[in-house]
Nanobody, 121 residues
Framework: QVQLVESGGGLVQPGGSLRLSCAAS????????MGWFRQAPGKEREFVAG????????YNADSVLGRFTISRDNAKNTVYLQMNSLKPEDTAVYYC??????????????WGQGTQVTVSS
């Protein structure tokens, strides 16, 4: 069992940056692939970024490529999403998730409660 708690969301102006964190409980965090997803009002949830258990492989959606970076610190049981050059269309609730594999097509078994990111002037 893994419990996930996101933090770091908030209101930021276009062009600004935020770093989301996802703290995981449990001793097996380092065995899980991790992902970040987001859901905007009226839209389906979409994959944003993923990272393998070792951190050696990362995945990014085309819409965030070059702007968002996923990373993890297994010693701290935490995964991060650094978001730069934010745009209004990045506004959404952001969720982290854990699964045995990572990537946009992987199945994720555990989900956090989400953190709101709003990009607006």
């Amino acid at each position: 069992q893994v419990q996930l708690v996101e933090s770091g969301g908030g209101l930021v102006q276009p062009g600004g940056s935020l770093r989301l964190s996802c703290a995981a409980s449990g001793r097996t965090f380092s065995k899980y692939g991790m992902g970040w997803f987001r859901q905007a009002p009226g839209k389906e949830r979409e994959f944003v970024a993923g990272i393998s258990w070792s951190g050696g492989t990362t995945y990014n959606a085309d819409s965030v490529l070059g702007r968002f970076t996923i990373s993890r610190d297994n010693a701290k049981n935490t995964v991060y999403l650094q978001m730069n050059s934010l745009k209004p269309e990045d506004t959404a609730v952001y969720y982290c998730a854990a699964g045995w594999l990572a990537g946009p097509r992987a199945e994720y078994d555990y989900w956090g409660q989400g953190t709101q990111v709003t990009v607006s002037s």
